[in-house]
């Protein structure tokens, strides 16, 4: 392995500038900082980030080392390999002590026993700190119960936030006055570029062949961090679980109609198998699972479940299905929003619906409807599944999303504010 070539090229590489991410890391601290976060949602480009800063705040360049481990020249790296990535780098680089250095190692869960060898720097070199990336969500839930448990602080990063883009687009705005400004045209333009092509950054930021680009980020989830990571063999069928799922976004499912709709199609399933492609699926940030709210922990996990997909843009590419249904993208999108946001979240059912109930502490906190237009067909189902979840919950303030409604109503002593989604991204 060509390990001198890499630490060569990176000293004579400039982290380029970037646009900036609503994500607080602080790589300073005493923990080992990890970032997971979908295939090209930004993680990369946030570790650019973060180093411009350190540069900026008067960390010397010769301290910091960036090795992506989806390079070709590191393919099959192992821990013996961090090693001597070390060492050349310490060879090759006048670091300058009185500083820490940093190591910024993109995609480790591509390296073979990575694990060991970051408890061991960290436990015995204390002024060099760790920024691990990593394209799966549980790429740490066993080290963390085992050899790195204590020692990590993770944040997610996913596709841009409706702030995000709009800082992107150059599109200012001032969210006390907006429903009243002229710029409220503006940003709704943007917004609905938003809601149908989705917040991946590259998307954002050219006019490329988007459905082309969404399209090989897909494949690449497909096959390199679901068939390649956990080693499966019937694709075909994994593929027509997928197509399954995209179709059922936003709606329930449950694992005995999935294994049914499979077996109409010629492919057998338990589902128990079923359940496994799913889990790594989330694995792969590609879709979520989000569960009915229930108090016994045995009927949530038993419940049917609603599924939803990381992005709009990626769920209109592969299935074209919701590309007008703009009611459905936007309860996909507000879901994911909810999730960068860091929300647990689940959804109420009993005789009526709600979209979305958070928790916070064993509490829930909030009830969010979704709907593109309150009107006379469905204004007493939205009403009524909202005040249901806010009585249920003991909750005095519930929401109603819409795509351009804006008011405040009272209804059997509780309050119900209707505003359009896209001001509600906006705000805190």
């Known amino acids: 392995m060509e390990h001198r070539k890499i630490i060569i090229q990176w000293k004579e590489y400039t982290p380029p500038k970037t646009q900036p991410r609503e994500v607080n890391i602080d790589p300073t601290t005493d923990f080992i900082t990890t970032i997971t976060g979908p295939r090209r949602a930004g993680k990369t480009y946030l570790c650019y980030q973060l180093m411009n800063h350190l540069i900026d705040k008067g960390t010397p360049r010769e301290n910091i080392l960036y090795v992506n481990f989806e390079d070709e020249k590191l393919i099959g790296a192992k821990a013996a390999d961090l090693e001597k990535l070390m060492n050349t780098f310490q060879e090759l680089t006048d670091t300058n002590p009185e500083h820490n250095t940093y190591l910024f190692l993109d995609e480790i869960q591509n390296v073979k026993d990575w694990d060991a060898w970051i408890r061991r720097i960290h436990d015995t070199q204390k002024n060099v700190k760790l920024i691990l990336t990593g394209s799966s969500s549980k790429m740490l839930s066993r080290e963390v119960t085992t050899k790195l448990r204590g020692r990590i602080l993770n944040h ?254 009272k209804k059997d002593d509780k309050t119900i504010r209707i505003t359009p989604v896209w001001k509600w991204l906006l705000e805190t």
């Open 156 to 409: 997610e990063v996913y596709p841009l936030s409706f702030k995000e883009y709009l800082t992107w687009k150059n599109t200012p705005y001032n969210l006390k006055t907006l429903t009243e400004s002229r710029d409220r045209i503006e940003v709704k333009k943007q917004y609905n570029e938003y809601l149908t092509n989705g917040g991946y950054p590259t998307i954002a930021l050219n006019q490329a062949p988007r459905e082309q680009i969404l399209q090989s980020y897909y494949e690449s989830m497909i096959f390199k961090d679901v068939v390649e990571r956990h080693n499966i063999k019937d694709v075909k069928k994994l593929r027509i679980l997928a197509k399954l799922l995209f179709e059922s976004t936003s709606k329930e499912m449950s694992y005995n109609r999935l294994a049914n709709k499979l077996k109409s199609l010629g492919f057998t399933a338990s589902k128990n198998t079923i359940i496994e492609h799913i889990s790594h699926f989330e694995d792969a940030y590609l879709f979520f699972q989000n569960m009915k709210h229930e108090y016994s922990i045995t009927k949530r996990m038993g419940a049917i479940k609603k599924i939803y997909c990381i992005d709009n843009g990626l769920l209109n590419t592969v299935s074209f299905k919701f590309a007008e249904d703009t009611g459905k993208l936007m309860e996909n999108q507000v879901y994911i929003e909810l999730k960068r946001r860091n929300k647990q979240v689940y959804y109420h059912k009993d005789k009526h619906e709600c979209d979305f109930l958070t928790q916070e502490k064993n509490k829930i906190t909030s009830a969010i409807q979704v709907t593109h237009t309150l009107n006379d067909e469905n204004e007493d189902r939205e009403i009524n599944g909202l005040l249901e979840a806010m009585r249920t919950h003991n909750l005095q303030d519930g929401t109603i999303l819409t795509f351009e409604q804006e008011e405040t109503r």
